[in-house]
């Protein structure tokens, strides 16, 4: 990317956002993370405290962003959080806590982002799915239902918003190595990496590197993309 941008990163006090969020700021980026508890990441990240399940908090948090940095132009829409159980366990909150984080709160902060891109003419919105949401993943079915839903989400906010230089694009990774996959067994993890042609988890930072040619210049024309970024896991799908 040669112009510097203003980017937010939700979700981008660990893991994949953190990763991308310093690669962000190390092309020289002015960049915003959000996360519940955000702690203090980096100097050159400006960290604030949003629970995307709030519409209120989303608002104030771009509120902050924009005053500190300048409107949003880049959006990786990244937090996420799993309660996985099985179908016949799973209760009506850990369905709809999964949804309400993953793809509403991914439309609310996508939703405010584009108030400022319209009038902008140039955007681009990331969303960070899985590879499971076009794959399915037993005892996933919340999870799995919200990163779909990401796909359907950015794909028409791709064809509403594709006249005015905005673009939406989808990241599906595999098995990252962050908190989420640490919360598996060892048998969980070596089951799944044996399914992997590439026989091994993700780095953070493979994610982030695709995540930043979609910021780019270079991206300008794809749109509506699903990327996968999963060691084959997927493919096909
Ligand atoms: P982590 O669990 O390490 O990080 C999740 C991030 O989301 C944290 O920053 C967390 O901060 C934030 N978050 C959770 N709930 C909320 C909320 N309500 N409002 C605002 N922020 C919230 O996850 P990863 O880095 O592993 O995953 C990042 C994304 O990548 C997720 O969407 C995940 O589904 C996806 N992904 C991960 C894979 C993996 O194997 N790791 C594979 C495929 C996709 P806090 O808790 O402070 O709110």
Redesign the pocket.
């Given at each position: 990317m040669t112009q510097t941008r203003t980017v937010l990163v939700?979700?981008?006090?660990?893991?994949?956002?953190?990763a991308t969020a310093k690669r962000f700021a190390d092309q020289g980026h002015r960049v915003a993370?959000?996360?519940?508890?955000?702690?203090d990441v980096d100097s050159r990240i400006l960290a604030i405290p949003?629970?995307?399940?709030d519409a209120d908090a989303v608002d104030r948090a771009y509120q902050a962003i924009e005053s500190e940095l300048g409107n949003v132009e880049v959006l990786v829409a990244?937090?996420?959080?799993?309660k996985d159980q099985l179908l016949l366990r799973m209760s009506d909150d850990d369905f709809s806590t999964v949804i309400d984080?993953?793809l509403k709160?991914s439309y609310r902060v996508a939703q405010r982002a584009t108030r400022t891109m319209l009038r902008a003419r140039w955007g681009r919105l990331i969303f960070?799915?899985?590879?499971?949401g076009l794959l399915g993943s037993a005892g996933q079915a919340n999870?799995a239902a919200s990163?779909a839903g990401l796909v359907g989400l950015a794909r028409s906010m791709a064809r509403e918003l594709g006249s005015r230089n905005i673009t939406a694009n989808i990241v599906?990774?595999?098995?990252?190595?962050?908190?989420?996959?640490d919360a598996l067994t060892e048998d969980q993890r070596s089951a799944i990496t044996e399914q992997v042609p590439l026989k091994r988890?993700?780095e953070?930072q493979e994610?982030a590197e695709t995540i930043l040619f979609l910021a780019s210049e270079g991206a300008g024309y794809i749109t509506g993309a699903v990327i996968p970024i999963d060691g084959g896991l997927g493919m096909g799908h």
């Open positions: 939700t979700g981008g006090n660990r893991g994949i956002g953190l993370i959000t996360a519940r508890d955000p702690g949003c629970d995307q399940t990244n937090a996420g959080i799993t984080t993953n709160g960070v799915s899985s590879v499971v999870y990163k599906s990774p595999g098995p990252v190595a962050t908190e989420m996959l988890v993700a953070p994610i």
